[in-house]
């Protein structure tokens, strides 16, 4: 019987000397988990309010083009995506913002103005730091 799963990426803990013949299946299936870490989904988000959500995966690619007006990026709560990265970059040359919203830096607020202007943000569990931007 397999022992408890890993705290973060919930891997199966194989139990030396009591699995037999089922760790080539729990091998299997954590290596699978593993490659998904090797991945960063992309969401594309067009000219509309988003609110973004959270995987496995370790950080999650968001490439906004805000048209017009501004568009509000809403983050989920820091305290459940703890450890998890999100890089928000505007891609058009319009006039909209992309206005991210949530705890950022001691801010409510995080403003993408220029083209190809992004921001990564790190969920630290109470709050987003911000660990790269231009």
Same mark, same amino acid.
Do not use: H
């Given at each position: 019987?397999?022992?408890?799963?890993?705290?973060?990426?919930?891997?199966? *803990?194989?139990? *030396? &000397? &009591?699995?037999?013949?089922?760790?080539?299946?729990?091998?299997?299936? @954590?290596?699978?988990?593993? @490659?998904?870490?090797?991945?960063?989904? +992309? +969401?594309? %988000?067009?000219?509309?309010?988003?609110?973004?959500?959270?995987?496995?995966?370790?950080?999650? %690619?968001?490439? $906004?083009?805000?048209?017009?007006?501004?568009? *509000?990026?809403?983050?989920?709560?820091? +305290?459940?995506?703890?450890?998890?990265?999100?890089?928000?970059?505007?891609?058009?040359?319009?006039?909209?913002? $992309?206005?991210?919203?949530?705890?950022?830096?001691?801010?409510?607020?995080? @403003?993408?103005?220029?083209?190809?202007?992004? $921001?990564?943000?790190?969920?630290? &569990?109470?709050?987003? @730091?911000?660990?790269?931007?231009?």
């Amino acid at each position: 019987m397999p022992g408890p799963n890993t705290p973060i990426l919930q891997l199966t *803990v194989p139990t *030396v &000397g &009591g699995d037999a013949n089922t760790w080539g299946t729990e091998l299997n299936t @954590d290596l699978g988990i593993i @490659d998904n870490l090797g991945a960063a989904p +992309t +969401t594309v %988000v067009n000219s509309t309010p988003y609110a973004a959500t959270f995987s496995q995966f370790p950080e999650s %690619v968001f490439r $906004v083009t805000t048209g017009a007006s501004n568009l *509000v990026f809403n983050l989920p709560s820091p +305290t459940l995506c703890y450890g998890k990265i999100f890089t928000v970059k505007k891609l058009d040359l319009s006039a909209g913002i $992309v206005q991210i919203m949530g705890s950022i830096d001691g801010f409510t607020e995080w @403003d993408l103005t220029n083209q190809y202007q992004y $921001v990564r943000l790190y969920s630290n &569990g109470v709050s987003f @730091d911000v660990i790269g931007n231009n």
